[in-house]
């Protein structure tokens, strides 16, 4: 079975401090790879999209950079944080079918 | 632009009746729509999808409709359980290949009360 992994579960971070999140698929090959943002009090906003290794999509401008190193593995980036940048991070994935799969989400706090 | 609309933020329903939860959306494009269950501090889990070409879709105690003309679908849970409160998105998938991409509606909090 598929199973989706990110971490840190928290993080709290300073102002203009980096950002690393990453994200691990198991059990499945070739999957695209979502980063979303649920900040508070509002729905999921799509950041970025991967169809495959290399391959990342923008859906909005940001001081965010995404990147899949690896087929399975899908990371989202800051040199440095905002506040605007606190929120719930999900990453999810899909294959063949428009059912997309989410992680457990990183809690992120810049402060 | 949002295209996927849940104007209703919360919903309040008695233990063992029916919660109905309400999408609206603006692109006719749209060819296949989803509902997904949030719980506070974990990733959103797929509950129920619909293709446009139905009208209805059925799992158990629940069931999607979609109006197509009106643009507006709607997820009833029969009965509803306290283990569904939860936040419900409504999703929608746009006509386009490879990417997969979804539109999220904001989310409809629903408390069910024992």
């Known amino acids: 079975s598929q199973t989706i992994h990110q971490w840190p579960a928290t993080l709290v971070q300073p102002v203009g401090s980096p950002l690393s999140l990453e994200c691990t698929v198991e059990g499945t090959s070739n999957p695209n790879l979502y980063w979303y943002r649920q900040a508070a009090g509002r729905g999921l906003q799509l950041l970025f999209y991967?169809?495959?290794?290399?391959?990342i999509s923008s859906e909005v401008p940001q001081n965010l950079s995404a990147s899949r190193p690896q087929d399975r593995q899908f990371i989202l980036s800051s040199k440095k944080l905002l506040l605007s940048d606190s929120g719930f991070y999900l990453c999810?994935?899909?294959?063949?079918?428009?059912?997309?799969?989410f992680g457990p989400g990183t809690r992120l706090t810049v402060t | 632009d949002q295209q996927v609309k849940q104007n209703s933020p919360s919903l309040s329903v008695q233990e063992g009746r029916i919660s109905i939860l309400n999408c609206d959306y603006t692109?006719?494009?749209?060819?296949?729509f989803l509902w997904y269950k949030k719980y506070p501090a974990e990733g959103p889990t797929f509950l129920i999808s619909?293709?446009?070409?139905?009208d209805k879709n059925e799992d158990g105690r629940f069931t999607v409709f979609l109006n197509k003309s009106a643009k507006h679908l709607s997820l009833h849970i029969v009965p509803s359980q306290p283990g569904d409160s939860a936040v419900y998105f409504c999703?929608?998938?746009?006509?386009?290949?490879?990417?997969?991409?979804?539109?999220f509606g904001k989310g409809t909090k629903l408390t069910v009360n024992p």
């Open positions: 999810a994935w899909t294959r063949g079918s428009s059912e997309q799969y």
């Open positions: 692109n006719s494009m749209f060819d296949y």
């Open positions: 619909i293709s446009s070409i139905k």
């Open positions: 991967s169809v495959g290794i290399g391959q």
């Open positions: 999703a929608a998938r746009p006509p386009q290949g490879g990417s997969e991409k979804l539109v």
